[in-house]
């Protein structure tokens, strides 16, 4: 199992570079994200959350095989915008309703260096855009106003000093 870095770490605020090596390091790192992602009970881990500065991730929602996302980029939204209840492996117990479009079309591509094209909607969706946000340096808590975010990060240092 690889580490899960936390608020505050410097990795999780910057852009990540493109992976362009398709070999059996980059499938181990896969693997351990899988691994890593599940242990942690949670349904999506993006390579900065573990200190690999790449714009890959991982997902697995419910009974789903997991999806491996290398170079993902959203090509198209719905207008509609929905709140829904977001957490993070990064920010341990600390959740809010961030709002995203409900549908998204998504490129990227797989293990093989394959290119593929995804419609998705739901969950699936949301956990694609909060992933994609993390290769960009930005955490599911930039979505709020500066209140409750600032609210929210009080709460979450607290925890972590008891």
Request: glycine share 8%; aromatic share 6%.
């Amino acid at each position: 199992m690889l580490e899960i870095l936390t608020l505050g770490n410097d990795v999780l605020r910057k852009k990540c570079s493109s992976v362009v090596e398709f070999d059996k390091k980059l499938e181990d790192l896969i693997d351990a994200m899988v691994i890593t992602m599940r242990e942690g009970k949670g349904i999506g881990l993006a390579g900065p959350q573990v200190g690999v500065e790449q714009r890959l991730f991982v997902c697995q929602i419910q009974d789903q095989s997991p999806m491996v996302f290398i170079n993902p980029e959203i090509i198209g939204t719905a207008e509609e915008q929905v709140p829904y209840e977001e957490g993070c492996l990064s920010i341990p117990g600390i959740y809010s309703d961030v709002i995203r479009p409900e549908w998204i079309k998504v490129q990227a591509w797989n293990l093989k260096g394959r290119p593929f094209t995804l419609e998705a909607d739901g969950l699936l969706a949301r956990v694609i855009q909060h992933e994609i946000d993390h290769l960009k340096g930005v955490l599911f808590l930039d979505h709020l106003n500066e209140k409750k975010r600032l609210r929210l990060i009080k709460i979450y240092e607290k925890r972590i000093k008891k």
